[in-house]
Structure formats: C-alpha cells, structure tokens
C-alpha cells in the first residue's frame, strides 16, 4: 500500500513538473515581443533580395554567390546575437558596459593606425579594418557601447539626485559630454562625417529623455539651429569651404554637398550617383519593373544606395511599404520602452530608436535628393556585416527588456 502510494506520489510530482515546465515555457514565450521581431525579419528577407538584384547587374561584381553567402551569415550572426542577448540580465549589462566602452574607444584609436588604405585612398576615411578578406567598420559596435554608457550615466545621476536643479542638470550634461567629446574626436580624426551624425543623433535623443530642464533644452535647440544654419553656410559658400578646408574638410565632401543642392548640374561627374539613383526611382514608376530588373546603373547600390533597388524594382508601393516597416518597428520599440519600469533599459531603448531612425531618415532622404550623401547604410538592408549586426545587437537589447521582465 505504501508502495502505491510513493509511486503515485512520484508520478503526480512528475506530472507537476512537467506542467510547470510547459507554463514556464508558455510564460517565456509570451514575453517575446513579435511585433519588433516580425518587421526585422520582412526587412532582412527584403534586403536579401536587393543585395542580390545589386550585386547581379553590378559588372564589377561578377561573383554573386560569395557575396550573397556571406550577407546570409552576418544576418546569420546577427540573429543568434539576439537570441544570446535576450537571455542577459540588466544587473550584468549594467557592470560590463564601462568595459563595452572602453573596449571601444580603444579599438577606435587602433583603427587610426591599422585602418584600410585602399579604402582611404578611395573614400579618405579611416573606418574600415581590413584583415586577409574581412573587413569590419568598429564605430558600428561603437555606437552601441556607446548608448548603454549614456544610459548608465543618466540612470546612475538620477538616482543619486534627490531633488534636481539647474545645477544638477549641468552636471549631467558635463558626464555626458565627458563620455561623448573622446569619441566625436576618433571619428573626426577618422574623417567620418556620416558617422558622427549619428552620435550626434543618439546623443541627442538621450539628451531629451532624460529629464533636464526646459530652461536649458529649448536655450540648447536655439544653439543648434544656430549652428545647422552656420553648417549650411559653410558648406555652400566659397569662403565657408576654405574656412572647412582648413580643418580637415575633404574635396569629396563638398562635391556631395554640391550633388545635393543640383543633382542634375554634373551628371557624369560629382552627381553622376545620385542623379542615377533618381533616375532609377523614378523608373520604378507606382509599381515598380519586378524583381531582379535594372535598366539603371546606380554606382554601389547594394550599399547606402540600396533603396533604390527597391524604387526600381517594386516602384513607390515598395517604398512606401519598407518605410511603413520602419515605422512599426520604432512604433514597437517606442511601446517597449514605456511598458518598461527600468530606467536603465528606457535611455538604451532611447538611444537605439534614434540609431536607427536617423540611419532610416538620412539614407532615404539621400537615395530621394532630401539630403546630402553621407554613406550612411540603410538598416538591415544595405550590404555591410557591421552595420547588420550592430543593428541586431541593438534588436537584441530591445527583445531583452521585454523578455528578462519575465523573470
């Protein structure tokens, strides 16, 4: 009798822990946000797509498949990155990211030394590693080491402030400025504008966010604006540009500028791409020629050009349909960080929706004539395993906050 009871004990207590197991699997589950999962996976299936329509009308590419097998593996990478972030705690992340920055300013400064010379001769920037066949842009990561050390630095002063003031606010921008000038320097001594626009972008976000003053945010949007209108100036005027010169401003930069503000001035020379690039847009007509069709030889589109792949190929109901997917990503990630109790988490989602939505703006507005050149890839459809996986890795956090609430 006793006997039969144990085992009918034992069994209950296995039934009990099963059943446990698939509610905890069920509850975890749940907690997977699929409305930022599902716009990342359409744009990666679209952006394999473009690569490929690129690469194969693209005669100075004639080996596709190499090019295709490793676009497959960086979204590859990216993916098991996000599933390995998914899974690390905020505690953790909030120790390692004085490490992450670290790590990245030093790698930043070697990359002035060890940077590609093929592509600073062609470009004249020092972005680019180069080792045997692989090549890695580290500002990519960089920008991710980056907002957790502005989101640790916020969360970190707003806890310790029990009543803010002016003053208070002060001197959280001067930490945050701290953190920001040494990497706005390696970038410009790398002569990346492009990129630096970006950090300017998350910094500015995060900058919002986090709780200062109105007395001091709308005296600092007038100095900005102040300063956009003096850029401007600089940059199209004669005088402006040998004032430019003078600190480091490259001859490249100017003829983008000059693309920009008359795409149709110098078609065989300095808006030769981004006069194509209309073209092909333009061509796509509402529903574009189809898939794999290109009549328009648009120089590097299966990079920061790409969008006019889809312009071409599936006209403006395809443009309009991977802007709507951007859209609902940020809307997705946006809902993410206000369901959120962590502070910590809220400034990282912060910066990373202002990554990718300055990425978004400024790639676009470029491929359309809106704004200038910059190089900058459109996320997670341009060809480039940097720009994919710090991309993913930033996907990854987002999914995290979600999926550690769980716990």
Request: aromatic share 14%.
């Amino acid at each position: 009798m006793t006997s039969y009871y144990f085992r009918f004990d034992r069994k209950e207590m296995t039934m009990n822990k099963s059943t446990y197991q698939e509610e905890e699997m069920i509850n975890r589950d749940s907690k997977i946000d699929y409305g930022v999962l599902l716009p990342v996976f359409l744009l990666c299936l679209i952006g394999l797509m473009s690569v490929y329509v690129a690469l194969n009308h693209d005669v100075s590419n004639p080996e596709i498949m190499p090019a295709m097998i490793k676009q497959g593996l960086w979204y590859l990478l990216g993916s098991i990155a996000v599933v390995l972030i998914m899974h690390i705690k905020s505690k953790w992340l909030w120790k390692a990211t004085p490490v992450f920055y670290g790590v990245g300013l030093l790698i930043m400064g070697l990359l002035l030394k060890f940077y590609d010379k093929n592509l600073y001769a062609a470009t004249g920037s020092k972005n680019w590693f180069i080792i045997g066949g692989f090549s890695f842009q580290p500002s990519e990561l960089m920008k991710i080491a980056y907002i957790l050390m502005l989101a640790l630095i916020v969360t970190s002063h707003n806890v310790g402030v029990k009543r803010r003031s002016i003053q208070t606010d002060l001197i959280l921008i001067g930490k945050l400025l701290l953190v920001t000038l040494p990497v706005l320097v390696l970038i410009a001594l790398q002569k990346d504008f492009g990129t630096m626009l970006v950090f300017l972008a998350i910094f500015g976000g995060v900058y919002l966010m986090s709780g200062i003053s109105w007395k001091i945010v709308i005296p600092t949007v007038i100095l900005v604006a102040a300063v956009g209108v003096g850029a401007l100036y600089l940059v199209t005027t004669d005088s402006g540009r040998e004032i430019l010169t003078k600190f480091g401003a490259q001859a490249y930069q100017f003829r983008r500028i000059d693309a920009w503000l008359d795409p149709f001035g110098d078609t065989q020379g300095g808006s030769y791409q981004l006069y194509y690039g209309l073209l092909a847009i333009g061509s796509g007509g509402m529903f574009g020629k189809g898939f794999n069709v290109s009549d328009v030889y648009v120089p590097v589109r299966e990079s920061d050009m790409i969008f006019t792949v889809i312009g071409e190929n599936f006209g403006f109901i395809g443009g309009v349909f991977v802007i709507l997917l951007y859209f609902v990503l940020i809307y997705r990630m946006i809902r993410v960080c206000f369901d959120m109790n962590n502070e910590f988490y809220t400034y990282i989602a912060t910066g990373i929706i202002m990554m990718i939505l300055f990425h978004v703006f400024e790639n676009i507005g470029a491929n359309i004539g809106l704004l200038p050149l910059t190089g900058i890839p459109l996320p997670f459809i341009s060809q480039g395993g940097s720009s994919i996986l710090g991309n993913m890795i930033g996907i990854g956090l987002i999914m995290s906050m979600s999926y550690q609430s769980a716990d």
